[in-house]
């Protein structure tokens, strides 16, 4: 972080910072721990033109899912341009390695998400991101229709656009939405975290679970959890406590791979030609 920046956030916040150390924070922007004698704030700071757009859209997404009172979220304290980007300051959270029972709080906690629903839509009042790709959120009433407008389609076409996908290895937009209505269920619409991996949550000392850098958008709580199970998985009794809200329907499988296609298309478009056979068995299997 350069002096500049803490000085403004020193003003700002009428502190003085004693430490400053460069701590991870992913792979789109710097991230920095703050100290004062009594207190400890977690910065972002990324130069892009769009970062003060995409921090701006992760306070959105925070606030949205801290007013449903059902999940812990971070504090937002500054959110603002800087130079060409902009910088996000938040509580700093020391977390833990998850316990069974924390996981298993978590669990809860997110199915709590879920069941409260309070759109009549799908999508959200405003676009965000998704790492730092633009997630378009144009609400809809139908569930299959927001999914492959909103969600399949955009990222489709930007593989298409950057050679990552043949168009021969690209569904018809007819053939898309009828196997999405197909495999679909109709849903009420459910706050969604939206890039739930295992980077974007953390248990803090006190064993609170905390939702992080989110992409919101009211769709189908499966989502959630299709994204949770893309890499490996979390803790078995994260899985347990959440389905214990909800009752066991047929078709998961298929469900679970619809939706995790979405978020292999966004790694494809992100980190290249290493997600194309999955992004393409999914595509066969489905829609061929």
């Known amino acids: 972080m350069d002096k500049t920046l803490k000085a403004h956030v020193e003003y700002l916040l009428c502190i003085r910072i004693e430490r400053v150390t460069a701590v991870s924070g992913g792979d789109i922007s710097k991230a920095f721990l703050l100290e004062t004698d009594t207190e400890r704030f977690f910065c972002k700071?990324?130069?892009?033109?769009?970062?003060?757009?995409?921090?701006?859209?992760?306070?959105?997404?925070?606030?949205?899912?801290?007013?449903?009172?059902?999940?812990?979220?971070?504090?937002?304290?500054?959110?603002?341009?800087?130079?060409?980007?902009?910088?996000?300051?938040?509580?700093?959270?020391?977390?833990k390695p998850p316990r069974p029972n924390d996981m298993e709080l978590f669990g809860h906690q997110l199915a709590a998400l879920h069941q409260l629903s309070n759109s009549d839509t799908f999508g959200f009042p405003s676009d965000n991101y998704i790492g730092c790709l633009p997630?378009?959120?144009?609400?809809?009433?139908?569930?299959?229709?927001?999914?492959?407008?909103?969600?399949l389609r955009p990222q489709?076409?930007?593989?298409?656009?950057?050679q990552l996908l043949s168009s021969k290895e690209i569904p018809s937009e007819t053939e898309l939405l009828k196997i999405c209505e197909?495999?679909?269920?109709?849903?009420?619409?459910?706050?969604?975290?939206g890039d739930l991996w295992s980077g974007n949550y953390l248990i803090a000392q006190n064993g609170t679970p905390y939702l992080i850098d989110p992409a919101v958008c009211f769709g189908h709580s499966e989502m959630d959890l299709a994204m949770t199970r893309l890499f490996g998985g979390f803790n078995s009794s994260f899985y347990d406590a959440?389905?214990?809200?909800?009752?066991?329907?047929?078709?998961?499988?298929?469900?679970c791979d619809i939706y995790q296609l979405y978020y292999l298309l966004v790694h494809l478009n992100l980190f290249g030609a290493s997600y194309h056979r999955r992004c393409k068995e999914i595509l066969q299997r489905y829609f061929f």
């Open 242 to 255: 959440y389905n214990e809200h909800y009752p066991k329907i047929g078709g998961k499988k298929e469900r």
């Open 45 to 95: 700071v990324n130069s892009n033109t769009a970062a003060f757009e995409m921090f701006k859209a992760e306070k959105e997404g925070l606030a949205a899912i801290a007013a449903t009172k059902t999940i812990a979220t971070p504090k937002v304290l500054l959110c603002e341009t800087w130079e060409t980007g902009g910088f996000l300051l938040m509580d700093y959270l020391e977390a």
């Open 135 to 151: 997630q378009s959120n144009k609400e809809h009433l139908d569930w299959a229709g927001f999914y492959v407008e909103q969600r």
């Open 182 to 193: 197909t495999l679909l269920p109709k849903v009420e619409p459910s706050l969604l975290h």
């Open 156 to 162: 489709l076409r930007m593989a298409r656009n950057a």
